[in-house]
């Protein structure tokens, strides 16, 4: 009896092991479904994400009666931990998201790291730390002035060190972000200009932040053409800027795959005119953001701008990742 069963155990092992089939296994098909799947969620969610905001803000001007002058402005009212949630959240994906292009993924890179920084700087610093000097407290149990700074000091540093513990480990373990400038002039400069503007943006940003005293801070960033504009606005101007970039490495994949020294994919030729044509609405953006306002609401141009540029982002997000699905339905080698 017990011959019997060895034998029927050694049959049905055999029967496993000639049915499976060599290359690959079932395993790795399984784990390339869910490395597959984690992709796509990974893209939607960057599409998800400011929608929700996006609702949640309107919702909140139609019951309020009004609508706020930015998205940052929302930082003090109601929506604020949706706001800071989000924004964390959208920076989070950004910098996880491994682009197609090198050239995409590095100015991704750069937009999740000054996400965070629009996250957690509010766009009037002034205004909370007064506020909180007169008791009107931001939690139950009370916020001081120093308390509140320090606070922001130690989220701050922490993400500059996060983001430079992640760049060190991408270029050690990788080779993407070393062929952006490996004998290319053009890229050579591209990465100069942004990266001396980041380390600018950071070296302005710590400055503020570290040397006056605690209940002095108000990370007031540089007044230009008599304009004062705040680290908070900085951060944000570099977030927009770095997402026009990004699409444009898929407007123009002759330019990205001569840069990133690689052959022009067909199925990035085939979209490349409506997505210049997002490229080219990005770039008038502060036009007609100007005429919405002019028309609509005077004296919100910003947050027209910025609920603009978002939202050809996301456009372009979504055609895009539509794109790749379907692609990898048809060809499971196509990117």
């Known amino acids: 009896m017990q011959q019997r069963e060895q034998h029927e155990q050694q049959e049905q092992h055999e029967q496993r092991r000639t049915s499976a089939p060599d290359s690959p296994d079932a395993g790795s098909l399984e784990q390339e479904r869910v490395l597959s799947l984690t992709y796509d969620n990974l893209r939607w969610l960057l599409v998800l994400l400011p929608a929700f905001l996006f609702l949640v803000t309107t919702l909140t001007a139609v019951l309020e009666g009004g609508l706020e002058t ?14 800071v949630g989000v924004l964390i959240a959208v920076a989070v994906c950004l910098v996880a998201y491994q682009g197609s292009t090198v050239l995409e993924d590095y100015n991704l890179n750069g937009a999740g790291f000054y996400a965070a920084f629009v996250a957690l700087v509010p766009t009037g610093l002034e205004g909370i730390l007064a506020d909180l000097r007169e008791g009107l407290v931001l939690s139950p149990d009370g916020v001081t002035p120093e308390q509140y700074v320090w606070s922001l ?32 002039r053009l890229n050579l400069a591209f990465v100069a200009a942004t990266g001396g503007t980041l380390m600018a943006f950071l070296a302005l940003s710590m400055w503020q932040l570290w040397t006056p005293p605690a209940g002095e801070v108000t990370l007031e960033g540089l007044r230009i053409a008599g304009r004062q504009v705040r680290i908070h606005d900085l951060a944000a101007i570099f977030l927009i800027s770095a997402l026009v970039v990004a699409v444009a490495s898929h407007a123009w994949p002759q330019l990205t795959a001569r840069q990133e020294s690689r052959r022009v994919r067909p199925l990035d030729m085939a979209v490349r005119r409506r997505y210049q044509v997002i490229v080219g609405l990005m770039l008038v953006g502060p036009l007609v953001a100007w005429g919405l306002a002019r028309v609509f609401a005077p004296g919100h141009l910003v947050i027209f701008l910025e609920w603009w540029e978002i939202l050809l982002f996301c456009a372009f997000w979504a055609l895009e990742t539509r794109r790749i699905v379907r692609a990898r339905a ?4 196509a990117p």
Do not use: K, Q, W
Not at 70 to 83: E, H, K, L, T
Not at 162 to 179: D, F, I, Q, S
Not at 330 to 333: Q, R, V
């Open 330 to 333: 048809t060809s499971p080698a």
């Open 153 to 184: 000091r130690i989220s701050l540093t922490l993400v500059l060190v996060l983001c430079a513990g992640l760049l060190v480990h991408e270029l050690r373990t990788t080779e993407r972000m070393r062929r952006l400038v490996r004998g290319n």
């Open 70 to 83: 930015s998205i940052s402005a929302y930082y003090g009212g109601p929506v604020r931990d949706v706001f």
